[in-house]
């Protein structure tokens, strides 16, 4: 087979692994005052969010910062990269969030904010992650 052929195979294959990550973020904002916090996946069903994750964001992060950040977070598993590292989608909002969670962090948000900080995380610390708050994070393939 040709390496054109095997790639579109293969980015065949990665989509349909990937038809559970969302077609849309929300704000912690917006799902804080949803009946029923959710959002549609790819393959338009929904993706629910617990109450008691979406509480604790909100203790980590400032309120002034619930309009930033996105959710669900998108770790996202790469094979360019060295295995078991996970690249976090977003900005600092969501690096922050997951970097408070995984205690890779004790600083405020003011301060991480105005540090350069690496996108990705190690993959015990994604478990660590999606078990504190495993409604609030997809894990995605690419």
């Known amino acids: 087979m040709s390496d054109k052929l095997l790639d579109l195979i293969w ?24 009946e029923k916090p959710h959002v549609k996946t790819k393959k338009n069903k929904n993706h629910f969010m617990r109450k008691k994750n979406l509480e604790l964001a909100a203790k980590i992060l400032p309120k002034e910062e619930w309009e930033n950040i996105r959710l669900p977070i998108i770790l996202l598993r790469r094979t360019q990269l060295d295995k078991g590292l996970f690249s976090v989608s977003g900005g600092v909002c969501e690096l922050f969030l997951i970097a408070k969670i995984t205690e890779r962090t004790k600083e405020d948000f003011e301060i991480f904010k105005m540090n350069d900080h690496q996108p990705y995380i190690w993959k015990p610390e994604a478990f660590t992650a999606i078990r504190k708050m495993s409604s609030l994070i997809i894990i995605g393939y690419s």
């Open 11 to 34: 980015s065949l294959d990665i989509e349909t692994i990937n038809d559970h990550l969302p077609a849309e973020r929300k704000s912690l904002k917006q799902l804080l005052t949803e």
